[in-house]
């Protein structure tokens, strides 16, 4: 257990719909990064929250957006799915001034 | 911006040999953190091994150990060794601290062959 909680780890929907994954860092970390792999990809940097506020973007979609709450978990909502949002979403975290990341297991999306 | 290239698409290598993973990186930066990330089947992202940029000494883990050429902006990767649960993506990383970002590379596919 890496201390980054992810749910659900699987989520199967319709194309059209909307989803919400939720990020739990591990205790103390600030900062959470949403990160996109679809199948045999890399990772694609997707948003970065720090102490409740967004910090940096990446190649987030406009379908696509997040929160960060006060206890520091953090919601990826995606709406409007389409078959090429199938992928496996990661969420990291890690302590201020470190370098690093903890990973999550990631949330398997497949939209049908 | 930093990009992180990964020239080898996929590795093989035979157990208990040595295999190196090749890395290389782009940054303006002298202050800055490498990693390499492993992802197994299970698609879980685990932490192998990581490299400050300001330390000299080459990081090693056990049977990992890194080969960090800062002037190359080199920083490969070598399994001694290889057993057959080393086999997975691997993926190289950079990160600069006052971006708080991670840039991956594209992952080395690994193979190990009994």
């Known amino acids: 257990d890496s201390g980054v909680t992810q749910t659900p780890k699987h989520l199967i929907t319709a194309t059209g719909q909307r989803v919400t994954l939720r990020c739990s860092p591990r205790?103390?970390?600030?900062?959470v990064y949403w990160y996109q792999q679809s199948l045999d990809q890399g990772l694609q940097f997707l948003i970065q929250?720090?102490?409740?506020?967004?910090?940096a973007k990446g190649n987030i979609l406009e379908r696509f957006s997040a929160q960060q709450f006060p206890d520091l978990h953090s919601e990826l909502n995606l709406s409007s799915l389409e078959l090429g949002d199938s992928a496996l979403y990661f969420c990291?975290?890690?302590?201020?001034?470190?370098?690093?990341?903890?990973f999550g297991s990631g949330t398997r999306l497949t939209v049908v | 911006a930093q990009t992180v290239t990964q020239s080898q698409p996929e590795m093989s290598v035979q157990e208990a040999e040595t295999v190196t993973l090749s890395c290389t990186y782009d940054?303006?930066?002298?202050?800055?953190?490498l990693f390499w990330y492993k992802q197994p089947p299970s698609r879980q992202m685990i932490l192998v091994i990581r490299?400050?940029?300001?330390?000299?000494q080459n990081a090693t883990e056990n049977r990992f150990s890194v080969n960090f050429q800062k002037a190359a902006k080199s920083f490969s990767l070598k399994i001694s060794d290889s057993q057959l649960g080393d086999a997975a993506m691997y993926f190289c990383?950079?990160?600069?601290?006052?971006?708080?970002?991670?840039?991956f590379g594209a992952g080395t596919r690994l193979t190990v062959k009994p």
């Open positions: 205790s103390g970390d600030l900062s």
């Open positions: 940054t303006s930066e002298s202050d800055y953190y």
């Open positions: 490299q400050e940029a300001y330390k000299q």
């Open positions: 929250y720090y102490n409740g506020e967004e910090r």
């Open positions: 990291a975290s890690n302590p201020q001034g470190a370098g690093g990341y903890t």
């Open positions: 990383a950079y990160f600069r601290y006052n971006n708080n970002d991670m840039r």
